[in-house]
């Protein structure tokens, strides 16, 4: 079983629709990160959370500890939101390796 | 700021071809990464480098070197190109450990090995 899982793997929705991503992880964790990827570009970070909540914009997300769940909401999603979102945990591993153990990522079509 | 520079973007190798893949970022970060992403798959770690002068193996190094001749540069290596080389490499750095800070990553570099 993958340390990280995310749903749905794959998610079309309207343009406007509320939309939720979520992540589940198996191992202890200092902090999670939501990334963002478009198609032929590179990734990038939207939020990096050990607990509660964080907001940028249209785009929230929360993080249960205890539960090891995290979501991400996007609010009146347009197409340009259109992309791969990708979960991944900074597993407490001991090391000094800050290795980040990624999800398989969910693909998002907003459609207009 | 540039941020996490890769080159090149895309690149047909031969098998048994050598090639670089070339990453500089201008943060000052001390931690570097080389990732790959295959296709359904998470992002698995290849190499790292906690600073200059110091690299160590991630989850999937076979096939693989690095250097760390800088703080700037963390260049892939190449040596004998396989088909399971076939992959969207990444290259990532972040200030600190990524326990705790956030990380930043290049544009990516698509290489078919046919």
């Known amino acids: 079983k993958n340390e990280v899982e995310q749903s749905p793997q794959n998610l079309t929705a309207q343009e406007g629709e509320f939309i939720t991503i979520n992540c589940s992880y198996s191992v202890g964790i200092s902090a999670l990160h939501w990334l963002q990827q478009h198609p032929g570009g590179g990734i990038v970070s939207l939020f990096m959370?050990?607990?509660g909540k964080k907001k940028h914009g249209r785009l929230i997300a929360t993080i249960n500890i205890q539960e090891k769940h995290s979501s991400l909401h996007i609010t009146a999603s347009h197409p340009r939101d259109s992309a791969v979102y990708i979960c991944a945990v900074s597993k407490l591993s001991g090391g000094s390796q800050g290795n980040l153990i990624f999800g398989k990522g969910t693909k998002l079509s907003v459609k207009p | 700021n540039a941020g996490v520079t890769q080159t090149p973007k895309f690149r047909i190798l031969k098998i048994g071809q050598s090639m670089t893949l070339q990453c500089t970022q201008d943060m000052n970060h001390n931690y570097m990464y080389w990732y790959r992403q295959d296709p359904g798959m998470g992002l698995k770690l290849i190499y790292y480098s906690v600073g200059a002068g110091i690299t160590d193996k991630g989850e999937v190094p076979n096939g693989y070197n690095v250097s760390r001749s800088t703080t700037e540069d963390f260049p892939l290596r190449l040596e004998l190109a396989a088909p399971s080389q076939t992959s969207v490499y990444f290259c990532?750095?972040?200030?600190?450990?990524?326990?705790?800070?956030?990380?930043?990553f290049g544009q990516g570099t698509r290489l078919t090995v046919v």
């Open positions: 990532a750095s972040s200030l600190d450990s990524s326990l705790n800070t956030e990380a930043f």
């Open positions: 959370l050990s607990s």
